[in-house]
Structures are given as structure tokens and as C-alpha cells.
């Protein structure tokens, strides 16, 4: 596994230059690029001169950097921009569905959502259109189903198009999520819970928003602060936080701060991580934070921005650099590996 890192160049916190680390934090690949991206299924996208492309774990460039917008894989799968079209390109670098839609999401059971004018329907993998688009809005598949919206309305339908939860959610604030450990987020007279593959609510609506489950917890908001729900709806971890991202690994960040304005960077490191007892495990010192993979996460405080590893130690750490969202790829399914690729130590 490797890890994107960032190194400032210069004074301004704006100004980097990105390559990766290993485990131990050793530099493997040099920082040469403008910005990069974790890997997924082999690959990491990578920018230089507003163009993306992909190198894999040797540092070799797969995708020429020539897109005007490239996505993390799914499925052996991406989608890519150019000219404001969206297509579909390959692990090889090859051009599996030329650039012909407004938008394609993540591929999902073999499945991709596309969005064509105003409207929304699914493709295969070589790009057929399998479900036609007459949909309001919709998602990507996820565990066998797609969030949809019809009449203004959203439900979910299974692969072959037919329905599976009939449209009555009305998700005013957002989107009805997609299914996570079988359960996914909805929302009922202006109120967010969960329900099951049946349609049934396990978390009944009572939040004024709710998030997806991971590791068997799930994020849900009452009054602008932040706890978690278990999977038969008890609030297990009380809602005092800010912001409670989800857990990976055991551990999950979360923002202790009021809200209010901050004087300097340093009063605004106000985010640690919790264990599934919420405990904390890791203090309140960071401006930003990723999510734990591979036991390292990415983390930001006043003076560095580097990895730690869950004794709380830097492993790699640089002078502080503005780089916008740490964890890209959060909203992404679970990562299947498609064929063996060999890591470097």
C-alpha cells in the first residue's frame, strides 16, 4: 500500500507538490505531481497542469495525463471527462465507453448510473444502456440496489430495473443514500432514519440528518451536533459532536468545537478519534483528518500535515499545506480488488 503525500513548496501553504510514501514512510515515488489520490484497485489518480491520469504502484503512468477529469476505480472501472463528456476508461488505459454522457457514477454489480439531459438511467459495462434514463435523479448501485427519484419521490429499484422500494421518501436536505451493511438513509416528513431491504425503518425518522453505517455505526445529527446509531436504532454514542465522520479500523474522527469563529489555525485543531465505546483514543489536536487505512491516516494540525499510525505517532510528516478534502474517496463502496497487484514494501 502507498499513500499520497503532499510537500510544500515555498512559503505559501497553497503551493505543493505531491508523490507518495509506504507503510514505513519511506518516499517511493517522488512528489512531482500537482495533486494525487489514494490508490483503489491498483491505481491512483494523479494531476499535473489540470490534466489527470493514473500511475500504479511502481510509479509508471497507466492513464496518460491528458483527462480533464478522471475518477477512483470500481469494478476494474472509471470514469473520465474530456470536452465536458463523461466515458469510461479500463485499468489498461483503454476506452471502454466513449465520452457521450453528462455524467457516470461508480460501477456497482456491473452497473453504472448515467445522467443524459436532465434525466438519469443505468448502463452495463461496454456502455449499453440497460435501464432507459426517464428518472428525476439516482445513484449508483449498492448491495443489489439504486436509490431513484420519480414524482419527486425517492425509492429503490434492483438491477433489472424493476422496483424494489416503492418512491415515498422525501429527502428534502439531500439524496437517499445508498445501502450499507443493509441498511440505508432516508428521510419521512422532514425527519432522516434508516431502513432495512424491506423498506422497513430500523432507525425510525427522528434526526435532522443521518449518514451511511460502517463497521455496524452510523452518524446521525440532532440540533447541529453529531453522535451514532447501532443497527437496531439505539443512540449508542450521544449526539455532542460537530462533525462524527464514520469508522474504518475501529476508530472515527470527530470535531468537539462549538462552531463559532476561531482566532488562529491552532484554536481550530479541535478534531481526535473515538473508538466504538467513544472513547477517545487519539486527542483533539487536528485541523483535518482522513479516515485509518492500513493502520495510517492522513491528519493536518497547525504546523504539519503527514500520516500517524494509531499510537498517535507521525510516521511521515511535512510543514503544513492547504490541500483541501483529506478523505476523497469516502463516499465510495467497499473496494474490490480485481486481479492480484504486487505492493511495494
Not at 124 to 133: L, Q, W
Not at 247 to 266: P, R, W, Y
Request: hydrophobic content about 40%; overall charge negative.
Amino acid at each position: 500500500m502507498l499513500y499520497p503525500i503532499f510537500v510544500r513548496q515555498g512559503r505559501s501553504a497553497k503551493r505543493y507538490k505531491a508523490g507518495y510514501i509506504n507503510r514505513t514512510g519511506q518516499v517511493v515515488i517522488e512528489p512531482i505531481y500537482d495533486h494525487a489520490f489514494p490508490f483503489r484497485e491498483g491505481l491512483a489518480k494523479v494531476r499535473k497542469d489540470d490534466k489527470n491520469g493514473a500511475i500504479d504502484l511502481t510509479g509508471n503512468v497507466v492513464i496518460p495525463i491528458k483527462f480533464d477529469q478522471l475518477d477512483a476505480f470500481t469494478e476494474g472501472l472509471a470514469e473520465f471527462h474530456v470536452a465536458q463528456k463523461a466515458g469510461i476508461i479500463d485499468l489498461s488505459g483503454n476506452i471502454v465507453v466513449p465520452p457521450r454522457f453528462k455524467h457516470i457514477s461508480h460501477y456497482s454489480d456491473g452497473m453504472a448510473c448515467i445522467q443524459m439531459g436532465d434525466l438519469y438511467g443505468f448502463i452495463d459495462r461496454s456502455g449499453n444502456i440497460v435501464i432507459p434514463p426517464f428518472f428525476e435523479d439516482a445513484r449508483g448501485f449498492s448491495e443489489g440496489m439504486a436509490a431513484v427519484k420519480l414524482g419527486g419521490k425517492w425509492g429503490y429499484i434492483f438491477p433489472d430495473g424493476s422496483s424494489a422500494i416503492e418512491p415515498r421518501f422525501i429527502c428534502e436536505r439531500g439524496m437517499a443514500g445508498p445501502f450499507r451493511e443493509g441498511l440505508a438513509r432516508v428521510a419521512l416528513n422532514g425527519k432522516w432514519g434508516h431502513i432495512d431491504k424491506s423498506g422497513h425503518f430500523v432507525t425510525s425518522p427522528q434526526f435532522d440528518m443521518a449518514y451511511e453505517f460502517s463497521e455496524g455505526l452510523a452518524t446521525v445529527e440532532i440540533n447541529k451536533r453529531q453522535g451514532y446509531v447501532n443497527a437496531t436504532g439505539d443512540l449508542v454514542i450521544p449526539t455532542r459532536y460537530l462533525r462524527a465522520a464514520s469508522f474504518s479500523e475501529g476508530l472515527a474522527a470527530v470535531d468537539v468545537g462549538t462552531g463559532a469563529a476561531h482566532k488562529t489555525i491552532g484554536d481550530a485543531c479541535e478534531t481526535g478519534f473515538i473508538n466504538r465505546q467513544g472513547d477517545f483514543v487519539i486527542e483533539p489536536r487536528f485541523l483535518s483528518v482522513g479516515r485509518f487505512k492500513d493502520e495510517l491516516c492522513l491528519v493536518e494540525d497547525e504546523k504539519y500535515i503527514g500520516y500517524i499510525d494509531k499510537s498517535r505517532d507521525f510516521v511521515w510528516k511535512t510543514g503544513w499545506t492547504d490541500i483541501g478534502l483529506s478523505d476523497p474517496h469516502h463516499l465510495l463502496p467497499p473496494e474490490r480488488n480485481i486481479h492480484p497487484i504486487t505492493s511495494i514494501n
